[in-house]
């Protein structure tokens, strides 16, 4: 059974950093590309970040570019999210997902997500 398990998410004044990690389980990890996507309340969940495979290749949603970073840890079967200078609007839940094949995709061609943390950043 896949897992995707999301942490590091809380409360954080406007400026400040949060790492949200996803450990992942029942696949293999290696193989995915995995991505963040995160949903404010009232609008729909939205691309936020992605990594190859091997790490080598990342891309952002033009809203985190120079502010967030994403990584991974094959060993350890998890995936980063570097959050700094965070502002009000990153508010949101936070999801981690997973999927076989290169490149930016939406969240509906990942074939594995997980159940959220939320990030509330106050102002």
């Known amino acids: 059974q896949v897992q995707l398990v999301e942490s590091g998410g809380g409360l954080v004044q406007a400026g400040g950093s949060l790492r949200l990690s996803c450990a992942a389980s029942g696949l293999s990890f290696r193989s995915y590309t995995m991505g963040w996507f995160r949903q404010a309340p009232g609008k729909e969940r939205e691309f936020t970040a992605y990594?190859?495979?091997?790490?080598?290749?990342?891309a952002y949603a033009d809203s985190v570019k120079g502010r967030f970073t994403i990584s991974r840890d094959n060993g350890k079967n998890t995936v980063y999210l570097q959050m700094n200078g965070l502002k009000f609007e990153d508010t949101a839940v936070y999801y981690c997902a997973a999927r076989l094949g290169p490149g930016v995709a939406s969240i509906h061609e990942y074939a594995y997500r997980g159940q959220g943390t939320q990030v509330t950043v106050s102002s």
């Open positions: 990594v190859s495979w091997n790490g080598v290749y990342t």
